[in-house]
Each structure stands twice: as C-alpha cells, then as structure tokens.
C-alpha cells in the first residue's frame, strides 16, 4: 500500500504561481512513474503531467507544458507540480498519483488516470481575476 499526500494548494491571483507536493509513503519503493492531475465538479479527471521515477524523464500535456513543470525529489520520495502564470481555467482539485509497475515496451507515458495505481486525497488550487 501506497499512501500521497498533497499539499501547496490554495487560493493565488491569475498570473500567480504555485508549487504542489506530493509526498509518498508505505511501499514507494515499487513506484514506477508518477502523475499529476486535476478535477473540475462535473468533469473528467485531466491528465497533466508524468516522471518516470528511475530517470526522471517527464511528459506534460500540450495545453500545460510552458507554464507547468513536474519534478522529483527520489530522497524524499516526493513529486512537485510547478505552476506558473497561473490563469482562473486552472482552477481545479489537483491530484497526484503512483503507477508501480511498467506496463508497457519502449519509450511510453502514462496519461490515464486509470493506468495508476494509488491516489492522493487532492489539493484546492483556486485562481482569481
């Protein structure tokens, strides 16, 4: 069992940035890549970015990748979401997530959030005009 736990959310002005965590704990020794995502009510969980834990090799979504930079700290066993240039649309509840096994060949980034295994209980990122 792997137990996340988010924090750094809150409430930050358009054009703002943020930094989320995510600190993993229990079994994270079997971690293969984790993600982050994120949740508007009524919506579909969105894919935004993923590490691959042994190398660090990262993927972000298009619609995010200037503005939000995913990160590791392998002593820590901890993720980090940097966000910058902060617009009202990302407003949401952000979630980390651990996948602990490869499951595919090759180069391949998990972008589904249900390919992972185990999930934070998520953080409140509210922008404001």
Known sequence: QVHLVESGGGLVQAGGSLELSCAASGRSSTTYAMGWFRQVAGKEREFLATIIWIDGA??????????????????????????????????????????????????????????????????QVTVYS
């Open 58 to 123: 990262t993927y972000h979504v298009d619609s995010v990748k200037d503005r939000f930079t995913i990160s590791r700290d392998s002593a820590k066993n901890t993720v980090y979401l940097r966000m910058n240039s902060l617009k009202p649309e990302d407003t949401a509840v952000y979630y980390c997530a651990t996948k602990r096994e490869r499951t595919h060949a090759g180069v391949h980034y998990y972008t589904y959030a249900s390919e992972y295994d185990y999930w934070g209980q998520g953080t």
